[in-house]
């Protein structure tokens, strides 16, 4: 089955960076779109950045300039590097794929990112 583990997540001071990495498995990655979102307490999951298989990117307005989404289709890893780093970054970050055949979607487990001001 598909599986998206993340790490990478931890707690850094505003205007610090912090580099967020999920492997996946039990799929051809090479061919899925893979995205980040997150989750600040009390609000909706929000998209991030999004790289598809042609490496075209995306990014949400509050994060562009800062963030970059990158993929290592022979590792099967989609990584997310945060610079200059917010207090209102503060979230659960997941990884998403969605499934190239069916459109399916499946999520990490989250990663918790935390920046003090």
């Known amino acids: 089955q598909v599986q998206l583990v993340e790490s990478g997540g931890g707690l850094v001071q505003t205007g610090g960076s912090l580099r967020l990495s999920c492997a996946v498995s039990?799929?051809?990655?090479?061919?899925?779109?893979m995205a980040w979102y997150r989750q600040a307490p009390g609000k909706q999951r929000e998209l991030v950045a999004t790289?598809?298989?042609?490496?075209?990117?995306d990014y949400a307005d509050a994060v562009k300039g800062r963030f970059t989404i990158s993929r290592d289709n022979v590792k099967s890893t989609v990584s997310l590097q945060m610079t200059s780093l917010k207090p209102e970054d503060t979230a659960v970050y997941y990884c998403?794929?969605?499934?190239?055949?069916?459109?399916?979607?499946?999520w990490g487990q989250g990663t918790q990112v935390t920046v003090s001001s």
């Open positions: 998403n794929l969605r499934r190239f055949w069916t459109g399916d979607l499946y």
């Open positions: 039990g799929t051809t990655f090479s061919i899925n779109s």
């Open positions: 790289i598809r298989a042609n490496r075209s990117t």
